[in-house]
Structures are given as structure tokens and as C-alpha cells.
């Protein structure tokens, strides 16, 4: 049974910082690209940040110079540290990783249940 669990969400104040993690768990061959999206209610569910197993990092727009994205292939944990953050940054965070479960799948995309980042102004 894999997992994703993540942790660090809560409520800041406008300009504060917070930092997620996402830790897998469970029997699983190897984790490639691992993400974090975002939803605020209302809206559609948008990419945050990924990084690939190697390190390569994208971003979007809304979020460049203050997120950084970073992780740890040994301990299958990503990281997102969310500086300067706005209101309009409020939403729900979901860790992504994709995952193969042996050597000769292929990978698939699994979801931790989301953590709350409030930002009041």
C-alpha cells in the first residue's frame, strides 16, 4: 500500500513562510517526478511546483522567486518552503509523486489528502 503523507500547512499571516513536506511510504521500486498542486475553492486545481528525480525544478508564474520546490531520494520526501506568501496563496496543497511500483511498470501518479495553507491579510 503506498502513501503520501504530507505535513506543514496552517495559517500565516500575509508575508509570512511556511514549509510542506511530503513523505512516501509503502513498497514501491522508484518515485520519478514529485509535485506539489494547489485549490482554492472555486477554482481549478493548478501545478505548484515539481522537480524531477534528478533535481530540475518548474514552477508557475504565480509563485517563481518564492516557492522552492527541493527533495530527498533517500528519505522519498519532498519539500515545498513557500516565502512572501499572499492571500490569493490560500488554498488546498496536494503532494503528487509518480511512482512505478516495480522495475517494469509504468509510473502512475499518486496523491496525499491535502493540507490547508490560509494566508490572511
Known amino acids: 500500500q503506498v502513501q503520501l503523507v504530507e505535513s506543514g500547512g496552517g495559517l500565516v499571516q500575509a508575508g509570512g513562510s511556511l514549509t510542506l513536506s511530503c513523505s512516501a511510504s509503502g513498497s514501491f521500486f522508484r518515485i520519478n517526478v514529485m509535485g506539489w498542486y494547489r485549490q482554492a475553492p472555486g477554482t481549478q486545481r493548478e501545478l505548484v511546483a515539481d522537480i524531477s528525480r534528478g533535481g530540475s525544478t518548474n514552477y508557475a508564474d504565480s509563485v517563481k522567486g518564492r516557492f522552492t520546490i527541493s527533495r530527498d531520494n533517500a528519505k522519498n520526501t519532498v519539500f515545498l518552503q513557500m516565502n512572501s506568501l499572499k492571500p490569493e496563496d490560500t488554498a488546498v496543497y496536494s503532494c503528487?509523486?509518480?511512482?512505478?511500483?516495480?522495475?517494469?511498470?509504468?509510473?502512475?501518479?499518486?496523491w496525499g489528502q491535502g493540507t490547508q495553507v490560509t494566508v490572511s491579510s
Open positions: 503528487y509523486a509518480d511512482m512505478q511500483l516495480r522495475s517494469t511498470y509504468n509510473g502512475r501518479p499518486y
